[in-house]
């Protein structure tokens, strides 16, 4: 049961990164998956979730309209495409999955989920 993201990189403000966070069997089947980022100093932030039921998507405010979750279902992977990047988001990015068959509301803090994969650098300069 693994969760693997990557995709992480340096990118000029302003410029696209699409993130991966590919999943096993167990760790992607009707499980909500999300996304948190961690900059240097500061806790561990939600970023965005993509729910397995009703496929709704929610966004953390400083990132709605600029980044978008989704999902491929045959790959078993959840991916973060982000457009319009700025300094600011420059953090260690992290893909997670709630419990299995989870369909509650609790989605924007660390211990909701139980799962986690390794964290991929984006850069963002300025």
């Known amino acids: 049961v693994q969760l693997q993201a990557s995709g992480g990189g340096l990118v000029q403000a302003g410029g696209s990164l699409r993130l991966s966070c590919a999943a096993s069997?167990?760790?992607?089947?009707?499980?909500?998956v999300g996304w948190f980022r961690q900059a240097p100093g500061k806790e561990r932030e939600f970023v965005a979730i993509?729910?397995?039921?009703?496929?709704?998507?929610y966004y953390a405010e400083s990132v709605k309209g600029r980044f978008t979750i989704y999902r491929d279902n045959a790959k078993k992977t959840v991916y973060l495409q982000m457009n319009s990047l700025k300094p600011e988001d420059t953090a260690v990015y992290y893909c997670?999955?709630?419990?299995?068959?989870?369909?509650?509301?609790?989605?924007?803090?660390?211990?909701?989920?139980?799962?986690w994969g390794q964290g991929t650098l984006v850069t963002v300069s300025s």
């Open positions: 993509l729910l397995w039921r009703r496929r709704s998507t």
């Open positions: 069997e167990r760790a992607f089947d009707r499980r909500n």
């Open positions: 997670a999955a709630q419990g299995f068959m989870y369909d509650g509301t609790a989605y924007y803090t660390v211990s909701d989920y139980s799962l």
